[in-house]
C-alpha cells in the first residue's frame, strides 16, 4: 500500500448534508480511513483549499468530490475557479451529482474532471463509487505541493 494512501484527505462539496452524512458512511463502511472535510458550496471550499477566512490551508494530498447544484456558488462555478488558481489548478476532482445532463456532463469533463458520477446510481451501488476512490487513491499518483 503506497505511503500516501492514508495522507489523502476527501473533501467533499456539497449542501446537502443528508448527501454528505451518506457519502460519509460510505466510506465508513468500507473502512476507509482517511481525513474527511465538508464545505457546503464553492466558496467555502476554495477558502478551505487556500487557507482563507481563518481556514486552515487543506494540505495535499486531497481528493475532491463535488456536487454541482449547490447555492452561493455552484459546481461549475467553483470548477473554473480552481481550474484558473496557478496553486489549484492540477486538483483532483470527481463530480458526485444528481445531475445526468449531457451538457453538465460536458462542461465538467471540460474542467478536467477526473470522473462523473451519479447520486441516483449510488444507492445501493455507493460501495462501488467508494471502491473506486479507493482503488483511485492506492493507484494513481498525486501532484505535489506547489513551491
Known amino acids: 500500500m503506497p505511503n500516501h494512501y492514508r495522507d489523502v484527505t476527501i473533501l467533499i462539496v456539497d449542501d446537502d448534508q443528508i448527501d454528505v452524512r451518506a ?8 473502512k476507509i480511513s482517511n481525513p474527511v472535510v465538508t464545505a ?3 466558496i467555502e ?6 487557507g482563507e477566512a481563518g ?3 487543506l494540505p495535499r494530498p486531497y481528493l ?9 456558488m455552484n459546481g461549475m ?3 473554473k475557479q480552481v ?22 456532463q460536458l462542461a465538467a469533463y471540460a474542467e478536467h474532471i477526473a470522473g ?32
Open 116 to 147: 462523473y458520477l451519479l447520486k441516483s446510481e449510488v444507492g445501493e451501488e455507493f460501495i462501488k463509487v467508494v471502491q473506486l476512490l479507493e482503488d483511485f487513491v492506492l493507484t494513481v499518483q498525486f501532484p505535489p505541493e506547489h513551491r
Open 55 to 57: 481556514r486552515e490551508k
Open 64 to 72: 475532491i468530490l463535488l456536487d454541482l447544484n449547490m447555492l452561493r
Open 83 to 104: 481550474r484558473n488558481d496557478v496553486e489549484l489548478s492540477d486538483s483532483i476532482v470527481f463530480v458526485l451529482t444528481t445531475s445526468a445532463s449531457q451538457e453538465d
Open 45 to 50: 471550499a476554495l477558502q478551505i483549499l487556500r
Open 77 to 79: 462555478e467553483f470548477l
Open 40 to 42: 457546503s458550496d464553492g
Open 23 to 30: 457519502i460519509q458512511r460510505g466510506l465508513q463502511k468500507q
